[in-house]
């Protein structure tokens, strides 16, 4: 990485830093209970559901899947508001606020969309899925911020990924992945006794590992759009008063990154 990109992702990871210790319980009060509650169905699902009873099962299932995806969808939308009021000079949100004004069907289906291509990629090849997982990494991000559609969102996603690609991988596409392989090798309960202390620490420890992606990923994504538009290299929406005023901010030295 240049000395250019060095900088970048130096300022990236201090404007993150910067928001997650200015409103770091309110992240949390989000973040850990959202992945108390993802945790606790999953071993519902896993040791006390009958395997046989496939309706029961499949519901289980699509429960715990769309409780992670809700979940994962308000804390982006949350910690989204946060980092702008704390680094880009926006007006800090309720969680009242984010639940009312997030798009959650163009969020939901985004985030859908994204983990099935990426799952195929994976299936294919492991590079094709990692590629996908780069280029789509801030799909969400780029709805909640400039308000697209989900397909104009991937376009754009990949786009301005493209640019930054080094970027992206360092403070996107490394942290994602560390954070699936995290999950997936944590231990498992082996009494019922156990899971009381198990969904705690569990917990805990997913809600700081998710916190700290997402406002690794909206500062990111905050710092892509925002040296896109000084390059004057794209097809960036005309900002409405929200971004215009952000990107006003920012540009005064309020606290915005540069590229």
């Known amino acids: 990485m240049t000395d250019r990109g060095r900088a970048a992702a130096w300022r990236v990871l201090s404007a993150a830093a910067y928001a997650g210790r200015r409103y770091w319980w309110q992240i949390l009060a989000i973040a850990i209970p959202v992945a108390v509650i993802s945790a606790g169905l999953e071993i519902v699902s896993e040791h006390f559901l009958d395997p046989s009873d496939a309706p029961l099962s499949i519901s289980a299932a699509l429960a715990v899947t769309g409780v992670s995806i809700l979940g994962t969808v308000l804390l982006s939308g949350f910690v989204c508001g946060l980092v702008g009021a ?17 798009p959650w069907k163009r969020l939901v289906v985004a985030d859908i969309l994204v983990t099935i291509t990426v799952i195929i990629g994976l299936v294919l090849f492991v590079l094709p899925g990692l590629a996908v997982l780069t280029l ?13 559609p989900v397909r104009g969102a991937f376009r754009r996603s990949a786009r301005l990924v493209r640019q930054h690609l080094g970027l992206v991988i360092l403070l996107g596409t490394v942290p994602m992945s560390l954070s699936a392989e995290l999950e997936a090798v944590a231990p498992e309960p082996d009494r019922a006794g156990e ?7 569990r917990g805990v420890a997913t809600g700081i590992v998710e ?20 390059d ?3 097809s ?21 990154v540069g590229s």
Do not use: Q
Not at 86 to 102: F, I, K, M, N
């Open 236 to 256: 960036a929406r005309k900002p409405d008063a929200r971004l215009a005023a952000r990107v006003c901010r920012a540009a005064c030295g309020t606290g915005g």
């Open 195 to 201: 899971i009381a202390g198990f969904l705690l620490i």
């Open 136 to 148: 789509l990494a801030v799909v969400g991000p780029v709805i909640e911020i400039e308000h697209r």
């Open 232 to 234: 004057g290299t794209g």
């Open 86 to 102: 704390a680094v880009h000079g926006t007006e800090r949100p309720t969680v009242a606020d984010t639940v009312r004004s997030l």
């Open 211 to 230: 916190a700290c992606l997402a406002l690794l990923l909206v500062e990111l994504c905050f710092h892509l759009i925002d040296s896109d538009r000084r």
